[in-house]
């Protein structure tokens, strides 16, 4: 042995501070974005003009003198090397320029001109777009997401400047498997993908669709963390029954009819194989399918691959949050829950998934047992186009089918079959008026009148229809008619209602938002194999309790947008519990689901926050390919 190395296992200070550390409390190594990825410099291939071309890469005229002279760039820049916040307040001017004229709220004619001017940003210099966007989230979202991303998908032809995302077509049947590979990211997490059917109430866009996808995902990396290089926006174009598309010389898409049955579920096939062949481990999201496919193609793939439709299961998830913190608000305990009395406007796939998932709550709550399960379903009343539904009704729809109601029953309450949504408010008296109709306006001063006849102190009103216009009602019309005292929420953002004498009305946003981050950020550091419906419940159960006592007294039952970070944190905490619980974990990287079981849940916490990509420029060394 050499002297030094005696000299090292002698020193008495070096046997301290070892044992200082060997009775330290050490966490399971893990992979942190933020300080890792974050101070380890970025190996690119490119120089020059390419990386400014590139904007995964392009730091505009923050690249220092050195990095100047590194890649090439010398001469390509003006001189001065500015901070990337003096960056930031440049660009906020182009947009203050707009505000100084623009009203505030869903109504702001310049959310478009918004859109644009961010979506330039997006494309020459993505670290500073999503810093723009983080640092203004409560600003912003509503530009990148709902309501402006309906705007912006209805006239995305005109709009679409540079590719972004991927399209998988009818016309590319038996290719898809070779196309993923056209992909330049060897690693995606997080694939949101939609086939344009549907998006938000705004019926078939086709090809135009792919919008609300780009939105999602900006959310994603915004809001939970996901490193932008790793997200992919899909559109599966099988057509559109839209004839003024059809007829549209502009119209990007398949200028066909939508495929349907089995040619129209071999198209989703392959393309699911695809992706999971070339990434295994990513998480699809699916996003505005029509009623028609949205559950069938849930219960086809959930079992098998890594996803979850946001539109049943993240819906109803902000929507149980909602309920249950409308149970708070009303001054009692969430367990109380099973005997809410629940009127819901809307039987497409959001109304039923909404059914659905309160319906397992509920039964949960009472005992998790057929009974349960069937006194739970006693407790909601569907309506839709036609009516109330019950099991006389013709051709029903089988997803629809568990909460019709009986005829006998119905008519003990003095309703019938296809009775009017006033008719059912009035005999009912429910504790809550659900909207998931898409029908603009649907709550008239009737249907909002007939609520007053509820039998709850605080009743609770949620137009949960987007965008804005598809609201069922407005906070105005809701507070003006009912009264002061009930909780309203709504799906896009509305102001709050000044009620006079220093009162406010507060409008909750149930935004899925507040959800689908945490929800696609747990299951991702979990590893977990399927995304079940106890992560579900976790993730809304966890954004029910977020709001203190005094917040829900005071009606505010969903938490602020610009708390967006610390929410999806939460809740994924919440996921990845779960699924340690559930024992479907199968750990993230560094993380195996051995290490990932000893995490107790302040250390989850911990985990979760240094995988939480943040936008900050890299050090970037060029190598040649």
Partial sequence: MSNFSRQIRLSPSLLKRLKQRLAAPVLPPTRSFTTTEG??????????????????????????????????????????????????????????????????????????????????????????????????????APIVYTPTVGLVCQNYSGLFRRPRGMYFSAADRGEMMSMVYNWPADQVDMIVVTDGSRILGLGDLGVQGIGIAIGKLDLYVAAAGINPQRVLPVMIDVGTNNEKLLEDPLYLGLQEHRLDGEEYISVVDEFMEAVFTRWPHVIVQFEDFQSKWAFKLLQRYRNTYRMFNDDVQGTAGVAIAGLLGAVRAQGRPMIDFPKQKIVVAGAGSAGIGVLNAARKTMSRMIGNNEPAYDSARSQFWLVDAKGLITEERESIDPDALPFARNVKEAGRQGLREGATLVDVVQQVKPDVLLGLSAVGGLFSKEVLEALKSSTSTRPAIFAMSNPTKNAECTPEEAFSVVGDNIIFASGSPFKDVDLGNGHIGHCNQGNNMYLFPGIGLGTLLSGARVISDGMLQAAAECLAAYMTEEEVLHGIIYPSISSIRDITKEIATAVIKEAIVEDLAEGYREMDARELRKLNQDEISIYVQNNMWSPEYPTLVYKKD
């Fill in 39 to 140: 101070h380890r410099p970025t190996i690119v291939h490119k120089r020059s003009i390419d990386i400014l071309h590139d904007p995964w890469f392009n730091k505009g005229t923050a690249f220092s003198m050195t990095e100047r002279d590194r890649l090439d760039l010398r001469g390509l820049l003006p001189p001065n090397v500015v901070s990337p916040d003096q960056q930031i307040e440049r660009f906020m001017v182009d947009l203050k320029r707009l505000a100084v004229n623009a009203r505030d709220g869903p109504s702001d004619p310049y959310a478009l001109a918004k859109w644009r001017i961010l979506n330039r940003l997006h494309d020459r210099n993505e670290t500073m777009y999503y810093k723009v966007l983080i640092a203004n989230i409560e600003e912003y």
